[in-house]
């Protein structure tokens, strides 16, 4: 099992979809380092040499950031938007839609589930 910047990638997977189970690295990223090292966009993760894994590790570690680097530089950015108060970091920072998105319905994914509204009992029911 070829394991690359801490994820184990999957076997019996073509190595293009294979690398992209890192974080940082897409479909147009993997197969511009495949095609960098001459490896076959159709070769199976299990099929790959030791050799080619290192070539792989390399060319990765020098030319990208992934995983957690990834991940810190994409937080501290996230965070120096709302530091600075900016209409951007505002939305980060109430958990709302940041690009634009309409609010008044959907954005569920961002806001979570609905909250149920509060009834207040009626005091014409009362006799």
Do not use: W
């Not at 992209?20 to 299990?46: E, P």
């Not at 709302?82 to 954005?107: E, F, I, K, W």
């Amino acid at each position: 099992m070829a394991r690359i910047s801490g994820v184990d990638l999957p076997k019996n997977k073509r190595v293009e979809i294979g690398l992209t189970y890192i974080y940082g690295i897409g479909r147009s990223a993997s197969r511009h380092i495949l095609n960098q090292l001459a490896i076959d966009l159709d070769t199976k993760t299990d099929d790959l040499t030791e050799s080619q894994i290192n070539d792989i590790r390399k060319v990765i570690d020098n030319q990208f950031k992934v995983e957690g680097e990834l991940r810190t530089e994409v937080s501290m950015n996230i965070k120096r938007l709302m530091d600075l108060g900016c209409y951007r970091g505002l939305r980060h920072r109430r958990s709302l839609p940041v690009r634009g998105q309409r609010t008044s319905t959907n954005a569920r994914t961002r806001k979570g589930p609905k909250r149920a509204a509060v009834k207040k009992k009626s005091a014409a029911k009362k006799k």
